[in-house]
């Protein structure tokens, strides 16, 4: 009886010193844990998050992901309710003149330190480190890019119009697209009809008319500039590509019209770089279309950037601030950028990121090739439609303007840049 | 009144409040905290819509700037305008929709419960529902042209859903689609409770079925008419579902509404302030509507009694 009693200790004992390595390290070193709100939920967005949060497992973290799926304003609503709660997420999507915004109703983290370990400033482009350092801090990293002023060509409407050369300017555009309506393409620009789809015409034509006048009116608001001449010519340009456009589209996504870009009878798409994971997700292949840098009428690209981003809310919790420093070094990591942009279509925000490997396409490597030669010539712009230039209330100004001008043909262009002004005064 | 006196339960003994506490339980708790709650956010809606509030609410007087703002938004004038016509487009057009089709049901036809649960079916429908599936049927491209066209009328045109000016009234019909059946359901049921001696009496007298409806049935209708009136126009003012399914106020801006303008400025451009000095606003146009309605019940109590 006694030896049994004897027994029984000590293996109780080993065990107990056989666990307290683990225990030690279990209270020194806590398990990072991340949550984390975005709106990608479904296809490649949310294949591309899916596979960071399994990243992160890997790394030993906790990985709590609510995606709300819709618009990025219900993802900000739920946000909003959240900060307003005490109770903020610890990494959040929120891209652009936003996080200024939202980061003076809640405390973020200062992100310098990790910044600068990563080395990650010296790889992004001046004005998108600028938009995730308000205040001079890092609070927030870039995820990718994407330019919202991408040209896709049907190569059934190209073959229509007996053309095969790449329009560069927007005189080539026209002519283009003049060839494509003889030469019996219906509609010759590819269109949906949604609000950021009419502001996206409006900010590809006036970017590419003058970088110079679009960073002066669109992103600075100068008075000047938003009276002049350029504004102007950008609005004429559109009614010519409004007139090119479907006007059965209604208030449809330019994806419900993808097959009809496909099929030739509609030829030339301006839209967002996210286009091409669209399409190639409904089944159709890369000989089916081009891929160009917008029209750019000084003949060099223009790239109207568009960048997703991750703001890290101030939490107390240790598991939580250990989540977030193992989130900040995975989202600057140039594997995971290259993992991430590989599934949604993007490019990465890294300039390092090597794209002439497998896994990348002609489209992201002209992309990527359009952002590098437009950041050499001071031709990279933050994008207006996609609430990358203003805060929304000033956005949302804007596009009412261009929306109503696209879908009512009697507005002149001097009008629409006259109440164009109006609104931004009214929006300040 | 003595029998059900004696066939009251319970005990006398109980004093009255005692023995009807289930009631009031029953009726005041819920009545006062619905009135709570409603009364509360209005009050707490009307101080956000005097302060600077954009993302969350903040405490701060700017006065009427935010309403002074909303009234000088186009938007705003646009929804407004289209409040108007929508308002007294649907509540005309579904009474007299709902009047036409209780007064042809109520010719004693076969099937009529089959009929009215039909006509009646589509206010089970939510409306985005509704606007979706009239977004597609409006749809020139997909809908009713694009059918009449490939039927052969090739001239043929149906595009309002895409024309500015007439965009406002798809969502007219979409709506009277929806709940022109309720109106019937309510006309049907003021038709039936019109006497039957007086029809008699008139028919004997020699009065054709146009003339009975006239000068008997149907001003017999009125305290339903304007119950069907008011219930339709605080419906009307306060349309959001739908017209977000169907034409999400395009083309443009074209068919924009007070709702509409409401949730865009608190939840799209993060302006709360300016959002709720717009539901205010709309408060206010609900309360022109309902408070005459209100007066006019009151008096027709009055007379009913002093009668």
Redesign the interface.
């Known amino acids: 009886m006694p030896i049994t009693t004897t027994r029984r200790r000590l293996l109780a004992g080993s065990v107990a010193t056989l666990a307290l390595p683990a225990f030690a390290r279990a209270q020194g070193a806590v398990k990072p844990r991340l949550t984390a709100i975005s709106q990608w939920s479904a296809g490649s967005d949310g294949a591309a998050i899916t596979a960071l949060g399994k990243k992160f497992e890997e790394k030993g973290g906790v990985w709590q992901h609510s995606p709300v799926p819709g618009f990025t304003t219900e993802m900000m609503n739920k946000l909003r309710a959240q900060i307003m709660a005490g109770d903020p997420p610890a990494c959040s999507q929120l891209k652009g003149p936003e996080i200024a915004a939202w980061s003076k109703i809640a405390p973020t983290v200062d992100l310098d330190a990790l910044v600068a370990a990563a080395g990650y400033e010296k790889v992004v482009a001046p004005d998108l480190a600028k938009l995730h350092k308000p205040g001079g801090k890092w609070i927030a990293l870039p995820l990718q890019i994407y330019s919202t002023n991408m040209l896709f060509l049907s190569k059934r409407a190209m073959d229509k119009a007996k053309a095969d050369k790449i329009p560069v300017t927007w005189a080539d555009f026209n002519d283009l697209a003049e060839k494509m309506k003889s030469g019996g393409v219906p509609f010759p620009v590819a269109n949906g009809g949604t609000r950021p789809d009419d502001g996206q015409k409006f900010e590809a034509a006036l970017a590419s008319i003058s970088p110079l006048a679009y960073r002066a009116a669109i992103m600075n608001l100068e008075k000047k500039a938003l009276e002049g001449p350029e504004i102007k010519a950008a609005f004429a340009q559109v009614r010519k590509i409004a007139d090119w456009m479907d006007p059965n589209v209604g208030a449809q996504h330019f994806s419900t019209n993808l097959k009809r870009f496909v099929d030739g009878d509609m030829g030339m798409m301006i839209m967002g770089g996210w286009a091409q994971g669209v399409l190639r997700n409904a089944g159709f292949k890369f000989e089916d279309f081009t891929i160009a840098p917008g029209p750019s009428d000084n003949g060099k690209p223009v790239f109207l950037l568009n960048a997703d981003a991750f703001i890290f809310w101030q939490r107390k919790e240790a598991d939580l601030q250990a989540g977030q420093t193992l989130m900040a070094q995975l989202v600057m990591d140039p594997a995971i950028q290259t993992m991430y942009s590989q599934i949604t279509g993007s490019i990465p925000v890294r300039t390092d990121v090597d794209l002439s490997g497998e896994g990348w396409s002609e489209g992201q490597r002209t992309t990527a090739k359009a952002l590098k030669d437009a950041i050499a010539s001071n031709q990279a712009v933050l994008s207006m439609a996609h609430n990358m230039a203003q805060e929304n209330g000033m956005t949302a100004a804007m596009i009412d303007v261009i929306t109503e001008y696209v879908k009512n043909k009697s507005i002149k262009p001097e009008q629409a840049a006259t109440r164009l002004a109006e609104a931004i005064e009214g929006a300040r | 009144m003595s029998k059900a006196a004696a066939l009251r339960p319970g005990p006398p003994s109980l004093p009255e409040w005692v023995r009807r506490l289930p009631e009031y339980l029953m009726i005041w708790v819920p009545l006062l905290l619905s009135a709570a709650h409603l009364v509360s956010f209005s009050l707490w809606t009307i101080w956000i819509s005097f302060t600077p509030s954009?993302?969350?609410p903040v405490t701060g007087w700017v006065g009427l700037r935010n309403y002074s703002?909303v009234a000088?938004?186009?938007?705003w004038q646009i929804a407004f305008d289209n409040l108007l016509l929508f308002g007294c487009a649907f509540v005309v057009l579904s009474a007299a929709t709902g009047l036409i089709l209780a007064i042809l049901l109520d010719q004693r036809i076969r099937g009529e419960n089959v009929l009215r649960s039909i006509f009646l079916y589509p206010l089970a429908v939510s409306f985005v529902v509704t606007g979706t599936v009239w977004?597609w049927l409006l749809?020139?491209?997909?809908g009713i042209q694009k059918l009449v066209h490939d039927l052969g009328w090739t001239t043929f045109r149906f595009?309002w859903?895409?024309d500015?000016d007439m965009a406002i009234w798809t969502i007219v019909i979409a709506a009277i689609w929806q709940s022109s059946g309720f109106a019937m359901a309510l006309f049907l049921a003021g038709l039936r409770s019109v006497d039957a001696d007086i029809i008699k009496a008139a028919q004997i007298d020699g009065a054709g079925p146009v003339r009975i409806y006239r000068r008997i049935i149907l001003p017999s209708l009125w305290p339903i008419t304007i119950t069907v009136v008011v219930i339709q126009l605080q419906f009307a003012i306060s349309t959001f579902d739908l017209v977000r399914a169907l034409?999400?106020g395009?083309?443009?801006?074209?068919t924009q509404l007070p709702a509409l303008v409401v949730y865009?400025l608190m939840?799209?451009?993060?302006?709360l302030g300016r959002g709720a000095a717009a539901a205010v606003l709309m408060l206010l146009i609900l309360l022109a509507v309902l408070l005459p309605y209100a007066a006019w019940r009151y008096i027709q109590r009055r007379r009913a009694a002093h009668a």
């Open positions: 954009t993302l969350v703002a000088a938004s186009r938007n977004s749809n020139p491209g997909l595009d859903l895409i500015r034409t999400n395009g083309p443009g801006i074209a865009d939840f799209q451009r993060s302006l």
